[in-house]
């Protein structure tokens, strides 16, 4: 199976993002073989896209989401909150956040956490910035990030987890890192997750890549059995390309199950 995600950001209003939903649908119509799809909206629409892909193959995200259930956290949104409104899988510590917004690691664990205990799947976000990587600690500073997130982790919630290596350098520049970049780090990630969580096995830990990711270059990573889909950002509002990488995933599908 390959994860294909939809970030829409702050790109979209609520009719557009409908309309977007919609044309998921339709792109994933008569294929045989799908992806995962889910369509992670602005929380302003998130009511409006959940009647479009209610009883489909393509499940309803968020972009974020605050750890407490309820208080005075004016503009904040909760996980019950999500948790009414169907909200299947949430977004965790992208790198905008952290880097524009002063997100911690803590607040990601206490993020990933409650999104757990409402029964949402946190997509967690790790990834280098290019000083990182120019001095060689991008593995040491990916391994910080998820140990982190998954500080005090009850081991019950082992299959419910998402990552998404994002080199943060990759992030909407248009310089994607290479299929290899992607393959070693997530190798990394596996080994890591199954040591700190009892009872995981690597090939029980689901990595997505994010960065750059376009139509041109989604095969290429979605071909790697090590690369589990994608988090797609700025080609997912282009509707003709995010299906195109939708069809790249189920190419890479198809393939994998004919070896």
Known sequence: MKTIVANWKMNVGTRESVALARGVLLAMRGKKVL???????PFVALSEVRKIVARSHVYLGAQNMFWEETGAFTGEVSPRML???????????????????????????????????HGITPI??????????????????????????????????????????????????GE???????????TFMRSLVSECIPGIKRDQV?????????AQNAYAFLRESEVDGLLVGGASVKLNEFAAILASATDAMEGQLSK
């Open 35 to 41: 992806p995962e799809a889910i369509a992670c909206a």
């Open 83 to 117: 948790e009414e409104l169907g909200v299947a899988f949430v977004i965790l510590g992208h790198s905008e956040r952290r880097q524009l917004l002063g997100e911690t690691d803590a607040m990601v664990n206490k993020k990933v956490i409650a999104a757990l205990a």
């Open 124 to 173: 967690i976000c790790v990834g280098e910035s290019k000083q990182d990587r120019d001095a060689g600690n991008a593995q040491e500073t990916v391994a910080a990030q998820v140990r982190a997130a998954l500080h005090d982790l009850h081991p019950r919630h082992k299959d419910r987890l998402l990552f998404a290596y994002e080199p943060v350098w990759a992030i909407g520049t």
């Open 176 to 186: 994607a890192a290479t299929p290899q970049d992607a393959v070693a780090m997530h």
């Open 206 to 214: 689901c990595v997505l890549y994010g960065g750059s990711v376009n």
